[in-house]
């Protein structure tokens, strides 16, 4: 079981579920009941000076749904949703949802969910820990529960989707994939090996093989070069070019 430990707030306008779970969350080790709440109102209040990982929220409320209530959220705050109605299942995934508990549930059904919130969060507190070695050769990631080090000369591209980095690297056909964003991985980056191109890639330059019109080829995957990154990209290029 996980030692780290998650702040949660329960949001249900039912008395008896936000008791059950309530019930629940004091008898998991690694989540910390911080309020229980009968409406998103009086949970959006609280949040405002008492920010929480997880919230265990219902989606049928008065006033406000949980739904609505999700799309308010600090990003920092994940939500596992509780509701009786599994026609909202699709609604859930699209905000993002960690996992979508559905009544009445049980102990083992809130104890997967909650593993789960524990998995993310402990994959979200090692991408905080330094990255890349003082010499800038290794990139240490966290995958499949194993931290992995890679060689930054290994590497042909970053590729970014949400929440999640697909890591493509020679000699591999398969990516590594690790929780992190490309932003907090493009902060880490020595300069002089990578460049973001696009909202969702980092190239390794040494490893571009052809610049065609806007794009890049690199192990046979074309990249485009977006706008909002070419003219950096551009003064790469002329500097490093022959002046015939």
């Given at each position: 079981m996980s030692s780290l430990?998650?702040?949660?707030?329960?949001?249900?306008?039912?008395?008896m579920a936000l008791n059950l779970v309530e019930s629940y969350v004091e008898k998991t080790p690694f989540l910390a009941l911080k309020k229980k709440c009968s409406s998103a109102i009086e949970a959006m209040e609280f949040i405002k000076?008492?920010?929480?990982?997880l919230m265990f929220l219902d989606i049928q409320m008065?006033?406000?749904t949980g739904i609505e209530f999700s799309r308010m959220l600090p990003?920092?705050?994940?939500?596992?949703?509780?509701?009786?109605?599994d026609q909202y299942a699709l609604e859930?995934?699209?905000?993002?949802a960690l996992d979508y508990l559905l009544k009445p549930f049980d102990y083992a059904e809130f104890l997967a969910a909650a593993n789960k919130a524990s998995t993310w969060f402990s994959l979200v507190k090692a991408k905080q820990q330094p990255l890349i070695s003082e010499e800038k050769e290794f990139l240490f990631v966290k995958s499949e529960y194993k931290q992995l080090r890679i060689k930054l000369d290994?590497?042909?591209?970053?590729?970014?989707?949400?929440?999640?980095?697909?890591?493509?690297l020679k000699d591999n056909p398969k990516p590594v994939l690790t929780l992190m964003s490309l932003k907090s991985l493009e902060e880490e980056l020595p300069e002089t090996k990578f460049m973001r191109v696009h909202r969702s890639f980092i190239v390794?330059?040494?490893?571009?093989?052809?610049i065609e019109r806007s794009q890049i080829i690199i192990n046979k995957q074309r990249i485009t070069v977006?706008?909002?990154?070419?003219?950096?990209?551009?003064?790469?290029?002329?500097?490093n070019s022959l002046n015939l």
């Open positions: 430990k998650i702040t949660c707030v329960i949001v249900d306008d039912e008395p000076n008492n920010p929480v990982d008065p006033d406000l990003k920092e705050t994940r939500v596992i949703f509780t509701t009786a109605f859930g995934f699209k905000v993002e290994d590497v042909l591209y970053f590729e970014g989707l949400k929440d999640y980095i697909k890591i493509w390794a330059l040494k490893n571009i093989e052809v977006s706008e909002q990154y070419k003219p950096k990209f551009l003064d790469y290029i002329n500097s």
